[in-house]
């Protein structure tokens, strides 16, 4: 079920953006135990007020787009831990103008985001048990949804971590992503779902987070030390 309206709304930044997700998750049944994981980066900065307006527990579930060879930016899938892997039909719809992208293509451009992932995988989870998720209701948070690539990539990796119920909820989706997620999630809360949009012209604020930010937040929410400044 998402949430609408009619007209446009710009969050001030993810935090307010976060909070207003928050109330709306407030008027769903919430089994306990609950934990938000945040996509990173910028779903991290919307999941942290979530978690703290739900009292739950705040983590974060690493997933990475798979960005077209030459142009990193334009996603042709995703993947997230141990081995997901998400080319779907949707994401290649919409490279129609290049020609068909050979397998062998692909995997090279997989294996490149294979690196980042298990990097940011060292660094925002390094000191923590492997994510127990079973018997949880698993909350999914991103800042905007797209394509729904990387989504879709964090629900299936919920999914086999044994989440008993997984909730997708970000302040803006596609009408396209909003499908796609909710046909594998158990349930969705966006609060706007236009159809022609970039996700930043919704946001007064929409500065790229740094890894150094997530931790931040990521220890903040567990009571740790915040980290030393990356070099």
Request: with cysteine.
């Amino acid at each position: 079920m998402n949430e609408s309206t009619s007209a446009p709304r710009v969050f001030a930044n993810r935090t307010a953006a976060g909070a207003q997700l928050a109330r709306a998750l407030k008027q769903r049944t919430l089994k306990p135990p609950v934990t938000v994981l945040g996509l990173p980066r910028g779903g991290v900065a919307v999941a942290a007020p979530v978690a703290k307006a739900l009292h739950a527990a705040l983590d974060v579930i690493v997933v990475r787009k798979v960005g077209f060879p030459g142009q990193p930016e334009l996603a042709i899938g995703a993947i997230a831990a141990p081995d997901i892997v998400v080319r779907e039909p949707l994401v290649q719809d919409e490279l129609s103008e290049y020609e068909d992208l050979p397998d062998a293509a692909f995997e090279r451009a997989a294996s490149e985001a294979r690196r980042e992932l298990e990097r940011r995988q060292q660094l925002y989870r390094a000191d923590l048990p492997p994510l127990d998720l079973s018997g949880k209701t698993a909350i999914l948070v991103d800042d905007g949804l797209a394509t729904g690539s990387t989504m879709l990539a964090a629900i299936r990796a919920t999914r086999a971590a044994k989440a008993a119920r997984i909730i997708v909820a970000a302040p803006i989706a596609s009408p396209d992503a909003a499908a796609l997620v909710a046909a594998e999630a158990d349930e969705t809360v966006f609060l706007e779902t236009p159809r022609l949009f970039a996700i930043s012209q919704w946001y007064g604020e929409f500065e790229q987070l740094d890894d150094h930010e997530v931790c931040r937040l990521l220890a903040l929410a567990r009571g740790s030390p915040a980290p030393k400044t990356f070099r």
